[in-house]
């Protein structure tokens, strides 16, 4: 079983930065992608950024320049660095993995629970 557990989601005024990390444990030979989502109330969830094992990264274009998306592979943690938040980001941010569990031919999707970030005056 595979468990991811995001930390660092609150309350932001505009303008301002928050890190939000997801650790991911359990029984996992291999991690390929890991990235983040977020949904707002009465949309979809959307792509915010993913990297790749390699360290390649992709962005929205929505947040190209102010967030970025580091992982320690060691750690098996995955960061969203935002900064310059805006209101309209206000969501629930989602962590997402795809890992190798042992004993399978292939990699399967894991979610996180969610962390709210809010962003208001």
């Known amino acids: 079983q595979v468990q991811l557990v995001e930390s660092g989601g609150g309350l932001m005024q505009p303008g301002g930065s928050l890190r939000l990390s997801c650790v991911a444990s359990?029984?996992?030979?291999?991690?390929?992608?890991m990235g983040w989502y977020r949904q707002a109330p009465g949309k979809q969830r959307e792509l915010v950024a993913a990297?790749?094992?390699?360290?390649?990264?992709n962005y929205a274009d929505s947040v190209k320049g102010r967030f970025t998306i580091p992982r320690d592979n060691a750690k098996r943690t995955v960061y969203l660095q935002m900064n310059n938040l805006a209101p309209e980001e206000t969501a629930v941010y989602y962590c997402?993995?795809?890992?190798?569990?042992?004993?399978?031919?292939?990699?399967?999707?894991?979610w996180g629970q969610g962390t709210q970030v809010t962003v208001q005056g």
């Open positions: 997402n993995v795809a890992a190798l569990p042992p004993g399978y031919a292939r990699e399967y999707d894991y």
């Open positions: 990297i790749t094992s390699g360290g390649s990264a």
């Open positions: 359990g029984s996992i030979l291999s991690i390929n992608d």
